[in-house]
């Protein structure tokens, strides 16, 4: 695994790469940032600084299950070339937003890749307010869950 000082040079070098976004749920793969890991009372730990993960971890997540599930990881964003693409922004991130309109918070979650992330980039402090609520599987957008599409399907 990548010391703290690569991984910090390395998230400056992906957003120092024009106006390339951070997706704050991707896939568990090599490469990816650990952005962070969903504790039991159900909210997002967040990784400081976020850390790559090498084909080893990949490796061991998925041998317990899906890891999207479990952690959250970050990569830069592919836009049309991903599914949630909506022809000018993130689905998944309009999505939770809508799901939970007057979400708000006092205190932005210390997440380090703000200056990037795409969702921050569309809706601001209201996507920090779901964020760390929000655990994320593979499938496309109607397996990302927040609580209150949580509930509703219980
Ligand atoms: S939405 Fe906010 S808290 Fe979540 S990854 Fe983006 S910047 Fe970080």
Redesign the pocket.
């Known amino acids: 695994m990548d010391t703290h000082e690569d991984t910090e040079s390395a998230t400056t070098a992906e957003s120092d790469r024009g106006d390339v976004k951070a997706c704050?749920s991707a896939l568990c793969v090599e490469g990816a940032l650990l952005?962070g890991v969903m504790t039991e009372s159900g909210r997002l730990a967040y990784v400081q600084p976020p850390t790559r993960v090498d084909a080893e971890f990949v490796a061991r997540a998925h041998a317990r299950g899906r890891p999207e599930a479990r952690f959250r990881f970050s990569m830069p964003c592919i836009e049309a070339g991903c599914p949630q693409w909506t022809g000018d922004g993130c689905g998944v991130a309009d999505k939770l937003v809508e799901e939970e309109p007057g979400a708000t918070s006092t205190r932005?979650?210390a997440?380090t890749?703000?200056r990037t992330?795409r969702?921050?980039a569309q809706h601001g402090a209201s996507?920090?307010a779901v964020?760390?609520t929000v655990v994320a599987d593979v499938g496309g957008s109607e397996t990302y869950s927040s609580p209150q599409a949580r509930s509703a399907d219980s």
Request: hydrophobic share 45%; proline share 21%; glycine share 0%.
């Open positions: 704050p952005l932005l979650p997440c890749i703000r992330c969702w921050f996507a920090c964020c760390p």
